[in-house]
């Protein structure tokens, strides 16, 4: 290990070169500088691996230096030897790429040794890495790997002719594979915390397959993996009952290596759906749809982990039943009461509520934002915004949504959406000043009680008076006239369903005298309950 030491005071030069040599190791001291410009000049001419330097020096101090090095040459390591030991230096050299901060003072021949063989550790460790990751370049034939994959393509289509010269096939690809007890497993690579080791896409494609190619033959002696989808693998293998292990323990465990494989060599998250096993080859394409439904929730949700395909169930089917139409049905109750800001709160809480339980299907995802956007066009129409603008959205949406592989991606579209149809729907609705404002959504949520006014200025905290005269004011209507508003229009639609009788509709909008609530029905709308109904009935 090449080792440049970096100090303005001679004497210290001397004593590491010594004290260096005094531990025997493979290491050699290249050269020597007095300030950060000459030590940096060295570098770009020598071959150095690892910089030992001061930190405060004439010209260019050591953090500037480490700055540099880090920026220009991030193979070569570094080392903060001073005199300083205020944790604001420890700190930002440690910050800026320094792999230690000692003190000149503490330093014993022993520890020395220590810093010196843990940073060539890293060094041996990190050219190992790069000489596979080269390796990996030329590790697979591209013109195999490319006959290879179109073969499987055709064979997951559904190609008889491609299934008929199976077995010659696989010998003249260099492929263990025979037609019986074919199992087949979807890989997905999801986004994680923390950036992939290989970022290069062709570089990460060939890594993978590597990976899982090298895992089926360890495990199972037989099989190939290629490349489906972007960050979507295929693995075919032979799994057969061992003794030790049935078939389906023997593809968990498959399942369970690759998954850790790929954690381990290139910080890549999987999701792995596993089929049934069938004895015909014909059975491929079901297969490949089997394993694509057992990890279609996780990859939508960016989870990652193993799915069989049976174990996927009708649970989605069920949770869409109990939540979706709860969801909606809350949805459509806010805007149809004029709620357009609480109606957006509770999409967001929709949205985070599908992202954390995780219950539904990506299909049922999609089919929910569609059902939720529909809704929200409903009301924009209602309320007069024009039908052009609306039509666009809605009409787009059933294509756009197809596009989003991902939950993340979907909820952020279906957001951008309804904040446009929202913005629509506010810019129709009278603009009142705060306190009417929330007044008004205070009768909206109580208007089926025994409301008073004094509740109201209670609720906005001003006196009964004043908000009598800033709601007349603002509204054109006093306080009665504008609760028998929001009553009467709740009756229409409670009596539009034609499922309740005139005397429960009344008292679920808050009145407990029937007679007297037709006869303001009537007033309101100039025909009674019941001719109401009838209308509907002919509509």
Same mark, same amino acid.
């Given at each position: 290990?090449?080792?440049?030491?970096?100090?303005?005071?001679?004497?210290?030069?001397?004593?590491?070169?010594?004290?260096?040599?005094?531990?025997?190791?493979?290491?050699?001291?290249?050269?020597?500088?007095?300030?950060?410009?000459?030590?940096?000049?060295?570098?770009?001419?020598?071959?150095?691996?690892?910089?030992?330097?001061?930190?405060?020096?004439?010209?260019?101090?050591?953090?500037?230096?480490?700055?540099?090095?880090?920026?220009?040459?991030?193979?070569?390591?570094?080392?903060?030897?001073?005199?300083?030991?205020?944790?604001?230096?420890?700190?930002?050299?440690?910050?800026?790429?320094?792999?230690?901060?000692?003190?000149?003072?503490?330093?014993?021949?022993?520890?020395?040794?220590?810093?010196?063989?843990?940073?060539?550790?890293?060094?041996?460790?990190?050219?190992?890495?790069?000489?596979?990751?080269?390796?990996?370049?030329?590790? =697979?034939? +591209?013109?195999?790997?490319?006959?290879?994959? /179109?073969?499987? %393509?055709? #064979?997951?289509? @559904?190609?008889?002719?491609? &299934?008929?010269?199976?077995?010659?096939?696989?010998?003249?690809?260099?492929?263990?594979?025979?037609?019986?007890?074919?199992?087949?497993?979807?890989?997905?690579?999801?986004?994680?915390?923390?950036?992939?080791?290989?970022?290069?896409?062709?570089?990460?494609?060939?890594?993978?397959?590597?990976?899982?190619?090298?895992?089926?033959?360890?495990?199972?002696?037989?099989?190939?993996?290629?490349?489906?989808?972007?960050?979507?693998?295929?693995?075919?293998?032979?799994?057969?009952?061992?003794?030790?292990?049935?078939?389906?323990?023997?593809?968990?465990?498959?399942?369970?290596?690759?998954?850790?494989?790929?954690?381990?060599?290139?910080?890549?998250?999987?999701?792995?759906?596993?089929?049934?096993?069938?004895?015909?080859?014909?059975? =491929?394409? +079901?297969?490949?749809?089997?394993?694509?439904? /057992?990890?279609? %929730?996780? #990859?939508?949700? @960016?989870?990652?982990?193993? &799915?069989?395909?049976?174990?996927?169930?009708?649970?989605?089917?069920?949770?869409?039943?109990?939540?979706?139409?709860?969801?909606?049905?809350?949805?459509?109750?806010?805007?149809?009461?004029?709620?357009?800001?609480?109606?957006?709160?509770?999409?967001?809480?929709?949205?985070?509520?599908?992202?954390?339980?995780?219950?539904?299907?990506?299909?049922?995802?999609?089919?929910?934002?569609?059902?939720?956007?529909?809704?929200?066009?409903?009301?924009?129409?209602?309320?007069?915004?024009?039908?052009?603008?609306?039509?666009?959205?809605?009409?787009?949406?059933?294509?756009?949504?197809?596009?989003?592989?991902?939950?993340?991606?979907?909820?952020?579209?279906?957001?951008?959406?309804?904040?446009?149809?929202?913005?629509?729907?506010?810019?129709?609705?009278?603009?009142?000043?705060?306190?009417?404002?929330?007044?008004?959504?205070?009768?909206?949520?109580?208007?089926?009680?025994?409301?008073?006014?004094?509740?109201?200025?209670?609720?906005?905290?001003?006196?009964?008076?004043?908000?009598?005269?800033?709601?007349?004011?603002?509204?054109?209507?006093?306080?009665?006239?504008?609760?028998?508003?929001?009553?009467?229009?709740?009756?229409?639609?409670?009596?539009?369903?034609?499922?309740?009788?005139?005397?429960?509709?009344?008292?679920?909008?808050?009145?407990?005298?029937?007679?007297?609530?037709?006869?303001?029905?009537?007033?309101?709308?100039?025909?009674?309950?019941?001719?109401?109904?009838?209308?509907?009935?002919?509509?």
């Amino acid at each position: 290990m090449n080792i440049l030491i970096v100090d303005d005071e001679p004497m210290i030069r001397e004593w590491f070169q010594m004290t260096v040599e005094r531990t025997g190791g493979d290491y050699r001291i290249a050269g020597e500088a007095s300030n950060g410009e000459d030590a940096l000049t060295f570098c770009r001419t020598n071959s150095v691996d690892l910089v030992v330097t001061d930190i405060k020096m004439p010209g260019m101090n050591g953090i500037d230096l480490i700055k540099a090095l880090k920026e220009e040459m991030p193979h070569i390591r570094s080392v903060v030897f001073s005199s300083y030991s205020e944790f604001q230096f420890a700190a930002e050299a440690l910050k800026f790429g320094a792999s230690e901060y000692i003190l000149k003072a503490e330093i014993t021949l022993s520890g020395l040794e220590q810093i010196l063989q843990k940073i060539k550790k890293d060094i041996d460790l990190d050219q190992r890495a790069a000489s596979e990751i080269n390796a990996l370049r030329y590790s =697979l034939n +591209e013109s195999q790997v490319t006959l290879r994959n /179109a073969y499987f %393509r055709e #064979l997951l289509e @559904g190609g008889r002719e491609a &299934a008929n010269g199976f077995a010659e096939r696989m010998e003249r690809l260099h492929i263990g594979l025979s037609e019986k007890h074919l199992a087949l497993l979807v890989v997905g690579i999801v986004q994680g915390s923390e950036p992939l080791r290989i970022r290069e896409e062709g570089l990460l494609q060939n890594a993978v397959i590597n990976i899982l190619d090298e895992t089926l033959h360890h495990e199972l002696g037989n099989g190939c993996s290629f490349l489906y989808k972007p960050n979507l693998y295929i693995m075919l293998c032979n799994s057969v009952h061992t003794g030790l292990k049935s078939q389906r323990e023997s593809l968990l465990v498959l399942a369970s290596r690759a998954s850790e494989h790929l954690q381990r060599f290139v910080g890549a998250n999987a999701v792995i759906g596993i089929s049934h096993m069938y004895s015909r080859l014909s059975y =491929l394409p +079901e297969q490949l749809s089997e394993a694509l439904a /057992a990890a279609d %929730r996780h #990859l939508f949700y @960016g989870d990652p982990g193993i &799915a069989w395909y049976e174990d996927n169930g009708s649970a989605g089917s069920a949770a869409y039943s109990n939540f979706g139409s709860g969801w909606t049905s809350t949805f459509q109750g806010y805007l149809d009461n004029g709620l357009t800001a609480r109606a957006g709160l509770f999409l967001e809480k929709i949205m985070d509520e599908m992202e954390t339980g995780r219950q539904l299907s990506a299909k049922q995802a999609r089919s929910l934002v569609l059902e939720l956007i529909y809704i929200a066009v409903n009301r924009g129409r209602t309320v007069g915004v024009p039908t052009e603008e609306l039509e666009t959205l809605y009409i787009d949406a059933h294509v756009e949504v197809q596009r989003y592989a991902t939950f993340r991606e979907l909820s952020g579209w279906a957001s951008s959406v309804f904040h446009q149809i929202m913005d629509r729907i506010s810019a129709r609705r009278p603009q009142y000043g705060e306190a009417v404002e929330r007044a008004c959504e205070y009768i909206t949520l109580h208007y089926a009680e025994d409301l008073m006014l004094q509740d109201i200025a209670d609720h906005v905290h001003l006196s009964r008076t004043y908000i009598s005269e800033l709601f007349k004011k603002e509204t054109g209507m006093n306080y009665n006239e504008y609760l028998m508003q929001v009553r009467m229009e709740k009756a229409k639609e409670l009596l539009k369903r034609q499922t309740l009788k005139v005397a429960d509709a009344a008292a679920l909008v808050g009145y407990s005298n029937t007679s007297y609530f037709i006869k303001l029905f009537k007033s309101y709308t100039g025909l009674s309950p019941a001719e109401y109904m009838e209308r509907q009935r002919s509509v």
